[in-house]
């Protein structure tokens, strides 16, 4: 419980700092004005959804490999922080694209694949709530979240490969790409507090998955009880 | 500060949407301990 407190608190520290830096800290854009500091939060996003989606992907694949429903887990876990980190990335692009672009949304290569990715694991999440055998569901889950991970790569590289409304990456982006010192070592900031509250959340995820599983052995332990003739009884049931 | 809102409302939107889905990751963690106890104590009761 005190690891947890500590945990809680250094998380909140890190947030207020990243908060602080990325509002008063980093300079001022020349071209957008203080509006470009969406970027810091919008970015660290994306970071952190690409760091779940890809948790995601390696628990879908070690839940094929092996069949053990840790994986399964895993694999449930990171799609749906990864859909929140997503979620949280597909509001933040229109409130900066309107100030700087004059417009919410476009459908260019980039913001497309984007949406297809969410829409990909919010399909992969129903899917899930439409199959009750356990291992049906995390094969068939599992399947469908390696197919929809291919689309993390092209999300990836969209705006590498295509011309788009969206900038070019100011991060790996090649020659011309970049930041000025500072703002990278405030993104680097903002990024660390998203991932570490993104990491805080699938930890959370993880452990009602855990919960749910073993839930489900109760009811089968009870309901088998009750098959061989001793039913269980609750108090005041007599 | 010229658009400060589509800043604030991004920064604001960020911290909710991990705030809201903490909140709701925490509630069915707990109400799903309450329903293991809750069949333990059955087991237990037998």
Not at chain 1, 61 to 77: E, H, M, P
Not at chain 1, 148 to 166: C, E, G, I, K
Not at chain 2, 19 to 45: H, T
């Amino acid at each position: 419980m005190k690891t947890r407190i500590a945990g809680a608190a250094l998380t909140a520290l890190l947030m207020i700092g990243a908060g602080y830096a990325a509002l008063f800290i980093a300079p001022t854009d020349v071209r957008q004005g203080e509006v470009y500091r969406i970027m810091f939060f919008h970015i660290s996003c994306w970071a952190a959804m690409f760091i779940a989606l890809a948790v995601s992907f390696a628990g879908n694949i070690a839940w094929l490999v092996t069949n053990r429903l840790k994986w399964d887990w895993l694999g449930v876990s990171g799609a749906e922080v990864g859909v929140a980190c997503c979620t949280a990335g597909l509001v933040t692009g229109p409130l900066w694209g309107r100030p700087v672009w004059g417009i919410w949304w476009t459908w260019d290569a980039r913001l497309t694949t984007t949406f297809i990715l969410w829409l990909l694991y919010i399909s992969y999440l129903l899917l899930r709530g439409l199959i009750e055998d356990p291992q049906r569901r995390a094969s068939l889950s599992a399947i469908f979240g390696i197919f929809a991970f291919l689309d993390v790569p092209l999300v990836y590289m969209s705006n590498r490969l295509w011309r788009t409304q969206h900038p070019q990456p100011v991060l790996f982006g090649g020659e011309g790409s970049g930041l000025a010192p500072v703002m990278l070592k405030v993104l680097m900031v903002c990024m660390a507090a998203i991932v570490v509250v993104m990491t805080l959340v699938l930890t959370d995820r993880y452990r009602l998955e855990r919960l749910r599983y073993e839930l489900d052995e109760l009811r089968v332990e009870i309901e088998s009880r009750a098959e061989e003739g001793n039913p269980i009884t609750t108090k005041g049931e007599g | 500060m010229k658009n400060f809102q589509f800043l604030f409302t991004a920064w604001i939107a960020v911290w909710a949407v991990f705030f809201v889905y903490e909140v709701s990751v925490a509630r069915r963690v707990s109400q799903l301990r309450d329903e293991i106890e809750r069949l333990k104590q059955q087991l237990r009761g037998r």
